[in-house]
C-alpha cells in the first residue's frame, strides 16, 4: 500500500530503550484532504532525512494492529501506520513502474 501527499509535520527520531520511531504528518491530495500520521521504525527512521515540510512524497507502508488491555479488563485496539519506502513525487509527474525501462528518444524526436 502506499499513501502519497505533501509532508505536513516532520518529527525527530524518539528513542525507548532499544526501540526507534519517528513520526511524519502528509496530507492527501484527495477531494476531502487528509492528514495522515505515519511512523517509521528502527533503521528506517533516516529514511526521510533529505525531505522538507512542503514536499511531494510517495511512502509505501504497512498497516499493524495491536490489542491492549487495561487493568480493570477494558479491550482497546490501535493501529499504527508504518513507513518502509519514501520517493520524492514532482508535481504534476508520474514515476515510471519499477524495473520498467524509460523509452529512448527516437532520432526524429532529437531537437538537433
Known amino acids: 500500500m502506499e499513501v502519497t501527499g505533501v509532508i505536513k509535520v516532520?518529527?525527530?527520531t524518539q528513542t525507548f530503550g532499544t526501540f526507534q520511531k519517528r513520526e511524519f504528518v502528509v496530507t492527501t491530495d484527495d477531494?476531502?484532504?487528509?492528514?495522515?500520521?505515519?511512523?517509521?521504525h528502527q533503521d528506517k527512521c533516516g529514511l526521510i532525512d533529505g525531505?522538507?515540510?512542503?514536499d511531494t512524497i510517495k511512502t509505501s507502508i504497512n498497516l499493524r494492529?495491536?490489542?491492549?488491555q487495561n487493568p480493570k479488563g477494558g479491550v482497546k485496539y490501535?493501529?499504527?501506520?508504518v513507513g518502509w519506502r519514501i520517493e520524492k513525487m514532482v508535481e504534476g509527474s508520474v514515476p515510471p513502474p519499477p524495473n520498467e525501462p524509460l523509452p529512448e528518444a527516437a532520432p526524429d524526436d532529437l531537437p538537433f
Open 78 to 81: 490501535f493501529n499504527t501506520i
Open 51 to 54: 525531505y522538507y515540510v512542503g
Open 31 to 40: 477531494q476531502y484532504p487528509q492528514d495522515i500520521a505515519l511512523e517509521l
Open 65 to 68: 494492529g495491536k490489542e491492549w
Open 10 to 12: 516532520k518529527g525527530e
